[in-house]
């Protein structure tokens, strides 16, 4: 008992003192691996909260993904402005706004005392609709109670959800211009071992895809690993010959909304309401929902790493 | 009657966001072909609009409950008079804008426009029917980022800059909203905004959360002072986008709080109403002056706007002892989405014309492009609030709650707002009439450019003249929470 609160209280303090790492630190770098453990180190807290599934979501996305976009977005960052990557030293400006910032405690910390009151008086345990989710998880197709809520009972928040994914993609694809080539060749120990750990990590990610209709895991978490294996491939150099043009790479993005849209729009022509299943096909239809979301989480994770549209190889004139 | 009970069987609620993703997504895989079937996507919405219309007319309010659980457990769709007006505002600036948008962008940026576009209209069908606090978030969310890509569009520093500030103030205001349906949750063990309204009282989470999702809206919304982000975002977006982004997207936040204030926080929040009236204020004022002092036309456009938001938040003082008050914020939300709109198209038009968009420089654009410069002149008539149109209506309604309530102040604001908005449309309009000291570019604007902006801004006046049956639309469900049959 001593030793747990012990446990949470030191986890606690790590987090506070890793957040403010991050965001105190003048070199980006540093603040990008601070950003890093902090993911981490919330993915314990969720362990002792009780909460796995939010804990893989935040180790294989707040932590891996986030953290691989950031320091993607960093090695550009050095490549655009050679050297100038740390906050500290900059124009007058900045160094105007930094004075400023300072002054901006003081509101800051008024809004985390009131913050501070409000989540103290909060009532201590409070069910929510735990029970609910409990007494429909008989209908919902699955043994699992988030993937019950995610995919059946609030299906249409995911299907949106789906749609946000697409979106960022589509967003860096209308700033951004074509992916930047292959810095270089890998070196031994990356190529070797991008080899040996992309079928390890598509095993893994099939295996939550599968398991997490009954136990954590699912869609999300298998997608960002799916994710992780493209971004491990493209740090390796390798590129897939298709442009952003093509149209098995869109499909394959679409495919996770676009199946839950026709799932969508067949349910309301069938019941009249929409991503209602007949209790006997639920679990079908989740497994399928998943798998397509699964695939275009991926793709759409691994694209957004890197940083353009995609070119393909082109055709020597 | 076989027809009509074919009508409204049909759930045309989510058939309001389903069809313009499935659009969306057809868009994206079939690129060849993406201007004729967003087009195609976008009639299909507004008929679709009309069915639900129909439906609400005859069988009163639109329940739908996702996944056919039903709250606390699903998610609930839901539609009143209320949300309805927002609809069918969007779906008309949906139309007009589409159609600009076929004439405006080229092959090249047209497939980039087509699915960020259609995603944008699904999410705001999404808000104004959705009756769940977790699932406006995500579609506050899908609004936002659309916005920000869609800003992007225009190339360039200045566009992506302003994209960049624009995306990062959208996201503040969504991680403060959302961390009020948090605290909500925790406190009341429910998303859907009915069941929170029966069991809401007064606490200092409460507090919290109406601070914090008010706070996140009103960024969002752009009112002073937190309206940094939007001239250089509404300025340096494409036409069309600009149209959408200060017709409706801003709307889109200001509904949300409307409804949070009038379903859940208006029984809790003594005082602030005074400082929401008092912020719009110094926005009316200080927006309009800014409008005055631009050189550029979409710069003055996008400043009037901040001012014209300005007003909504003048009904919030109001409306304890008037309600006329919301009808009157109903009605100038509407009649500046159309206006507003039909404002840029213009500005876009003239852009396109000339190549620039120094007001001083505009050279005789009376004689060169009449259809234009009369849109942009009907568009200012609703936006000075002259009789008759849309905004005179709702600027009147405004002014008759002030001045039964004595409150002076807020109607020296409302008139003095007019008569500066007078001020910085005659300024465009002067110099439209004049001949230029550089001679320039002249390069063909299509009719399909022209006409959207002159039908929206017919439909800005007209609305002035219509104002029975807006009024009646907006009592199916009660919004207002007034049984009382307006004026």
Known sequence: ?317 | MPAGSAVTGVSWGALLVLLPLTGAMVCFLWTRAARILGLSTVIAVCLAVAGLGWQLLQEGVYHHAAGGWGAPLGIELYADGLSLLMLIATAAVALAVSIYSTGYFKRARAIRFWPLWLILLAALNALFLSADIFNLYVTLELVGLAAAALTALGGGAAALRGAMRYLLASLLGSLSYLLGVALLYHSFGSVDIAMLAARMESSPTVWAALGLMSAGLIMKTALYPLHFWLPPAHSSAPAPVSAVLSGLVVKASFYLLLRLWLELFGSVSEGIDNMLGLLGSVAVLWGSVQALRQTRLKLLVAYSTVAQLGYLFLAFPLAASAMTAWNAAAYLVISHALAKAAMFLAAGNLMHFAGHDRIADLDRMVQRLPLTVFAFALAGVSIMGLPPSGGFIGKWLLLEAALTQGRWDLVAVVILGGLLAAGYVFKVLGSAFTQAAVPQRARRVPASMEWPALLLACAAIVLGLVTLPVFSLVTIGDAFGVDEVVP
């Open chain 1, 1 to 317: 008992m001593l030793l747990q609160s012990g446990f949470d209280v030191a986890l606690g303090l790590g987090l506070l003192w890793v957040a403010w790492q991050a965001l105190n630190s003048s070199d980006l770098f540093k603040a990008i691996v601070f950003f890093i453990a902090f993911g981490l180190l919330m993915a314990l807290a969720w362990v002792r909260m009780d909460a796995p599934d939010i804990a893989l979501a935040e180790a294989a996305i707040g932590a891996g993904v986030t953290g691989a976009l950031l320091l993607g977005a960093l090695a550009r960052l050095r490549a655009s402005n050679a050297g100038e990557t740390t906050m500290g030293q900059a124009g007058n400006g900045q160094r105007r706004f930094m004075a400023s910032r300072r002054l901006l405690w003081i509101p800051l910390l008024l809004m985390a005392a009131g913050l501070g009151y409000a989540v103290l008086s909060l009532p201590g345990y409070t069910p929510g609709l735990s029970a609910q989710v409990a007494a429909n998880l008989g209908a919902s197709g699955v043994s699992n109670p988030v993937t019950a809520v995610l995919l059946n009972f609030r299906g249409y928040d995911t299907l949106l959800e789906l749609v946000v994914l697409l979106l960022a993609l589509l967003g860096m694809w209308s700033m951004a211009g074509p992916a930047p080539p292959p810095s270089a060749e890998a070196a031994a120990v990356l190529d070797g071992l991008s080899r040996f750990l992309t079928p390890l990590v598509l095993l893994v990610a099939a295996y939550l895809l599968w398991v997490g209709t009954r136990a954590p895991g699912g869609a999300f978490q298998a997608g960002s690993l799916l994710g992780a294996a493209g971004v491990l491939l493209i740090l390796a150099g390798w590129r897939a010959n298709v442009a952003s043009t093509a149209l098995s790479l869109r499909l394959v993005l679409t495919a996770g909304p676009g199946v839950f849209v026709a799932v969508a729009a067949f349910s309301l022509l069938m019941s009249g309401q929409m991503l209602k299943y007949p209790p006997a096909y639920a679990g079908i239809l989740i497994l399928i929902i998943e798998i397509a979301a699964t695939l275009s989480i991926g793709l759409t994770l691994a694209g957004l790493f890197l940083g353009g549209r995609p070119r393909g190889e082109r055709k020597s004139p």
